[in-house]
Structures are given as structure tokens and as C-alpha cells.
């Protein structure tokens, strides 16, 4: 039986999502309590429907994970043994041609900056960024502007051998919550590290250090570029990840993974 579990978990002390050995990772951790309550000889394997990178959290993360066991048993279970850092919001069976990684239209994040002289509350310091110089919301809206629709993200993304770039941003969307900046990121899929690099960017021109026309000539060079600096990941949440209804599940999932597979991704 394939099952949904939908996860929310604080980054602040993981070394991200992927198991790596010798290192606490959320894959790592809910893997090894799956084994322990269900005695298990081996390890399920669990796919997630976004690696998030080390520091990063997550209120909205999905994995999928082939079992035979019953999913409010293996919830309940599961919610005993966890640590505290690591929270199963949901488990159910999930539907017919569900995948938790191909199935997805899109995924949501949130990047949270404090532009405050004083710096962010300190109850909030691990899940958003300290700033010390101002931040026009005006002109990070402009610059998003410039990066949205479908792209080569390469000047904003980690390459990774044989992997495609090219990714269609949705939505790049700067609001001011009192002292907090909160970006609302939306795509179909991303590179590694291309959030924070794209935060990067907004930011350089939140701070009337460049035009917002420059995101795109950045963009357009296809380039790391060394003035974008990679955000620091403890601002960035990922939200929530959209499927389509449970008709267009496998139809979704076989179209993303012959993209991939088109790609070299």
C-alpha cells in the first residue's frame, strides 16, 4: 500500500532532507522511528516531494512510502517516538498513481527577512533573517518581475551535472508584514539553492544597489553571478506543495518524470 504522509519540521538542527551517513537528517530520523515502530528489518524509503537544503524548514514537506501497515496506526506510532523537531500532520493511503515527487504541479515556499536595526524578534531569529539595512518592497517586486515565467535558472542554481535548469516561476512576490519582508516563491520544481539565490537578487535591489532591470540581465547570462548572494537558509520555509486532483495524479507524474528524463534530470 503506497501512503501520504504530510510533514512539518524546524531545519534549524538537520543537515536537510537526504539521509547522509553520520549526519541527522529528517529523511534519516522518520526512516529509522518507521523501522523502530513497525520493527522492521530494514528502512522504508521514504520520497519527499522537495530535498529541502540543511537549515531549511518546512510546514507543508509530502512523502509518499510503500507499506503494508495501517497509516493511523503508523501516524500514532510515529508521533510517539519523534523528536520534537519532526511533526506527521497527516497519514493516509493515498490515492491511485500518487507520486509525492512526480505527482506535484507546484511548490510554495516563504523567505522571511527582518529589516529591523534591532534585528528579528528573538523568539523568530531561527526561522527568519536578520537584515541591518533597509529593504524597498517596491523594488523587489520590480526585480521579480524580471525572473518570472519559464527559465534557464542556471545564474541562480548549484549546477548539477546533466541536470536541466529550466523551471517556470510562478510566483515571486514581496510583501511587507510590519518589519518582516515575507517572499512568497512558487514554481513548478527547483534547482538547488535557486530560492535563496533568487532572494539574493530581490535583495540587491531592495537596497537601490542595482535597477531591477539587472535581475534579468543576470538571469539572461545563464551565469553565477557574484554579486547574487545565496541567502542564508534558515529563512525559508517550504509551505505547501499543490497536486491535481486524484484523476490527473499519474497522468502528472509520468509527464514530470519524462520531462526529467528528457532533461537528464
Known amino acids: 500500500m503506497r501512503l501520504r504522509l504530510d510533514l512539518s519540521y524546524d531545519g534549524t538542527d538537520f543537515h536537510g ?4 551517513p553520520g549526519l541527522r537528517t529528517v529523511q534519516g530520523v522518520v526512516q529509522e522511528a518507521m523501522a523502530l515502530v513497525l520493527r522492521l528489518p530494514e528502512e522504508p524509503q521514504l520520497v519527499c516531494a522537495g530535498r529541502t537544503d540543511t537549515g531549511v524548514h518546512a510546514r ?5 512510502v510503500d507499506l ?6 503508523l501516524g500514532r506510532r510515529l508521533r510517539r517516538v519523534l523528536p520534537g523537531d519532526v511533526q506527521v500532520r497527516d497519514c493516509r493511503p493515498a490515492p491511485e498513481g500518487f507520486d509525492a515527487r512526480f505527482s506535484a504541479l507546484e511548490r510554495r515556499y516563504v523567505y522571511r527577512i527582518c529589516d529591523r536595526p534591532a534585528g528579528p524578534d528573538p523568539l523568530l531569529r531561527s526561522h ?10 517596491d523594488a523587489m517586486t520590480a526585480a521579480a518581475a524580471e525572473l518570472l515565467g519559464e527559465h534557464d535558472f542556471a545564474a541562480f542554481c548549484k549546477k548539477r551535472e546533466g541536470a536541466t535548469t529550466i523551471r517556470t516561476l510562478l510566483e515571486l512576490r514581496p510583501v511587507r508584514v510590519g518589519d518582516v519582508v515575507e517572499t512568497t516563491v512558487r514554481a513548478d520544481a527547483f534547482c538547488h539553492s535557486m530560492v535563496r539565490a533568487l532572494m539574493g537578487a530581490l535583495v540587491v535591489a531592495g537596497e537601490g544597489r542595482q535597477e531591477a532591470g539587472w535581475a534579468g540581465t543576470v538571469l539572461a547570462g545563464r551565469e553565477r553571478d557574484p554579486r547574487v548572494r ?5 529563512g525559508l520555509t517550504l509551505e505547501e506543495v499543490v497536486y491535481p486532483g486524484d484523476d490527473g495524479l499519474a497522468v502528472r507524474a509520468h509527464q514530470a ?6 532533461d537528464g534530470d
Open 230 to 234: 545565496v541567502m542564508p537558509a534558515h
Open 68 to 73: 503494508d501497515t495501517d497509516p493511523e496506526v
Open 17 to 20: 532532507w537526504a539521509q547522509q
Open 128 to 137: 527568519v533573517v536578520g537584515w541591518r539595512r533597509p529593504l524597498d518592497v
Open 257 to 262: 518524470r519524462r520531462r526529467r528524463d528528457e
Open 60 to 64: 507543508g514537506q509530502v512523502v509518499h
